[in-house]
């Protein structure tokens, strides 16, 4: 039994590659309701080095896998236990090269369109998600550039300012995650709260 400060895994389910699972948390406490949240664990892993051991024909359907379908089957599977009665805030990681106004250099094909495709997905969510659960918001969210093996390749074009830790990137984005309302639902974000142009 997988346990997360006081909460008990009631399911687990590894329907993505053998890196990533995720785990339903029922926590009990006395005088309150049950409360269900779901828990992700992601290995640490080079996405790049992975890419770099595919064959090009297959690099594409690779990375649709892991930025496109992944975030969708997950969707897909939790969205039934989100809270009615709260308001609930299901955020996916995006990027601004999602972006098609935002596109000034090409490139990335497959990365762009995984990102471009992810968030038409979470546009499509957050319009569905209001007619069962209208207190729910669907978004995504870009983390900066966040020090990384991603980003290893581009940190030399990237200033010091702009390169984010992981634990700073989080914590903007949970900023971000907070302030948001029904009325922002669809919408990508970017980790200082600016709204990113479809």
């Given amino acids: 039994m997988i ?5 008990k895994a ?3 389910y590894s329907f993505l590659p053998d890196y990533c699972y995720l785990t ?8 309150e309701e049950d409360r269900t949240s779901i828990g992700t664990h992601i290995e640490d892993v080079d996405f790049g080095n992975i890419l770099k051991q595919l064959p090009p024909s297959q690099i594409p359907k690779k990375v649709l ?3 496109t379908v992944g975030p969708a089957l997950i969707g897909k599977y939790f969205i039934p236990f989100l809270n009615k009665d709260n308001k609930n805030v299901f955020a996916f990681l995006s990027a601004r090269v999602g972006s098609i106004s935002d596109n000034k250099l090409g490139g990335w094909y497959s990365y762009r369109a995984s990102k471009t495709a ?5 546009k499509n969510f957050s319009i569905e998600i209001k007619r069962s659960n209208p207190n729910s918001v669907f978004i995504g969210l870009q983390p900066g550039t966040v020090k990384s093996n991603l980003s290893k390749p581009f940190e030399k074009n990237v200033n010091n300012e702009n390169l984010f830790t992981p634990d700073y990137s989080a914590t903007k984005l949970l900023e971000v995650i907070d302030t948001v309302t029904s009325d922002d639902s669809g919408k990508l974000y970017a980790w200082n709260g600016e709204e990113i142009q479809p």
């Fill in 3 to 7: 346990k997360r400060g006081g909460e």
């Fill in 10 to 12: 009631v399911s687990q």
């Fill in 24 to 31: 339903i948390y029922k926590k009990y406490s006395s005088g």
């Fill in 65 to 67: 896998m892991i930025n």
């Fill in 118 to 122: 992810l968030n038409q997905i979470v």
